[in-house]
C-alpha cells in the first residue's frame, strides 16, 4: 500500500506549556449494557446512544486503559481499568493520539512508551479485551493512527520515525515491510500522526514543538499551535499542505490538542492554560472564533487532551493538572459547550483520549 507524507513544522513554545491513585473495579459488567447499545445492528451505536471514553494511565509499573462509560446524556462513569500488558513513562508524552479507536469503535489502541510497544483491544458488550501486543518499529511511541486494516506508529525516540503494521482479524499485527520511515529531521519535535480522511495520506506534527491536529470532511486540517493560536490546511492530490487561515489566536495558553465535529463545522483545541476554545471551519477550510475572548469552556490548569464522541455530540477533556479528571461538554449547534461535570480519580500522569 503506497501511502504518502506530509510533515508540517509549526513554530511553537516548548512542550511544557501544553502539560502541567485510585485503582477501580473489573469493568466488564458496568460496561455491558453501554456497549451493547453502541454496537446495535449497523454498527453506528446509534445518533444519541451510550458509548465509552478512554484514556491511559500511562504508569511505569504497568500501563492501562481506564474506561468510562458514556450515557445517553453525554456524561460519564468510571468503569475500571484493563492492563495493556506494556509500560508507561509516568510523565508527558508531549503528544495527541496516543490511544486511538477504529471508526467503527470495535479495537482500541494503545501506545506503551515505557516499553516500546503498542496494545490492540477487542471492544465488545463483554468490555476490552486484550488482542496483542507487538514491538512498535522504534522507541517511545507516542501517537498512532488506524485506516481499514492499516495502522501506523509515531515513534519519538532516537532519530524519530514512523512505523507501518496491517491489522489482523484477531487484532494482531504484521509489519508492513519497508514501512519503517525516518521522519524529516532528527530533532523535529513530532508530536501526532493522523490518516487523511481517503486514507491516501498520512500527516505529522512536526517543527519547533508543534501540536495536533484533526481533519475536517474533506482533506482539510485543523491544527493546533502551542505558540497561541490555531491555523487550518488543505492537502493538494500530492498530500501538500497549503495554508489557508495562518495563526488565528486563541486568546488563550498553549493550544496543543485538536479536534473536529463529523459534519466539518467546528474545531476545537485543548488549551493547556485550562480552557477550550471553539473555532467555526468554513465550506473553504477557513477558520474563525466562536467567542471573540477564545474562552468557550474553562476548566483549570493542565488541560491535556480532547475528543469528540462518534456523534460529535459530546465533549471531552483531560485534566491533569490539580485535578486529575475527565471533563464532559455537551456540543450545541452553534459550537457552544455546555458543561456536564468531571469524572476524578485518574493517577497522575495519564495521558491520551479517545471516545466513541
Known amino acids: 500500500m503506497t501511502k504518502h507524507f506530509a510533515f508540517l513544522a509549526l513554530a511553537a513554545t516548548a512542550v511544557a506549556a501544553c502539560e502541567q491513585n485510585r485503582s477501580i473495579a473489573n469493568p466488564a459488567a458496568a460496561i455491558a449494557s453501554s456497549l451493547q447499545a453502541q454496537h446495535n445492528s449497523d454498527g453506528s ?131 508492513i515491510a519497508g514501512a519503517i520511515l525516518p521522519l524529516s529531521g532528527s530533532t523535529v519535535g513530532p508530536a501526532d500522526v493522523q490518516f487523511s480522511p481517503d486514507g491516501r495520506h498520512l500527516v505529522v506534527t512536526a517543527g519547533g514543538t508543534p501540536f495536533g491536529f484533526a481533519f475536517g470532511l474533506r482533506n482539510d486540517l485543523f491544527v493546533s499551535e502551542a505558540a497561541g493560536s490555531a491555523s487550518s490546511y488543505v492537502l493538494d492530490a500530492s498530500g501538500t499542505p497549503a495554508l489557508v487561515s495562518g495563526a488565528v489566536s486563541t486568546h488563550q495558553g498553549a493550544p496543543c490538542w485538536a479536534v473536529v465535529t463529523a459534519d466539518g463545522r467546528f474545531g476545537f483545541t485543548g488549551n493547556g492554560a485550562g480552557s477550550v476554545s471553539a473555532f467555526a471551519i468554513a465550506p473553504d477550510g477557513a477558520i474563525s472564533l466562536v467567542d471573540a475572548n477564545g474562552g468557550t469552556a474553562l476548566i ?37 459547550l455546555t458543561a456536564l461535570g468531571p469524572v476524578a480519580g485518574l493517577p497522575a500522569g495519564t495521558r491520551g483520549l479517545a471516545a466513541f
Open 300 to 336: 483549570g490548569s493542565g488541560i491535556n487532551d480532547i475528543a469528540l464522541s462518534h456523534n460529535s455530540r459530546y465533549l471531552y477533556v483531560l485534566q491533569t493538572g490539580g485535578a486529575q479528571a475527565i471533563h464532559a461538554f455537551r456540543v450545541a449547534a452553534d459550537g457552544h
Open 45 to 175: 451505536g446509534g445518533s444519541d446512544g451510550p458509548g465509552a471514553v478512554y484514556t491511559l494511565t500511562n504508569q511505569v509499573a504497568g500501563n492501562a486503559v481506564a474506561v468510562f462509560t458514556r450515557g445517553a446524556d453525554g456524561r460519564l462513569t468510571a468503569a475500571g481499568t484493563v492492563a495493556t500488558g506494556g509500560a508507561g513513562t509516568g510523565a508527558s508524552l508531549g503528544s495527541q493520539s496516543a490511544v486511538s479507536l477504529s471508526n467503527d469503535g470495535r479495537r482500541l489502541f494503545a501506545v506503551n512508551a515505557g516499553s516500546n510497544d503498542v496494545s490492540v483491544f477487542a471492544v465488545s458488550p463483554a468490555g476490552l479485551a486484550l488482542a496483542s501486543r507487538t514491538a512498535s518499529g522504534g522507541t517511545l511511541p507516542i501517537s498512532l493512527t488506524v485506516h481499514g486494516n492499516v495502522l501506523y506508529v509515531l515513534n519519538a525516540g532516537g532519530s524519530g520515525n514512523i512505523s507501518g503494521f496491517t491489522v489482523g482479524t484477531s487484532g494482531d499485527l504484521t509489519p
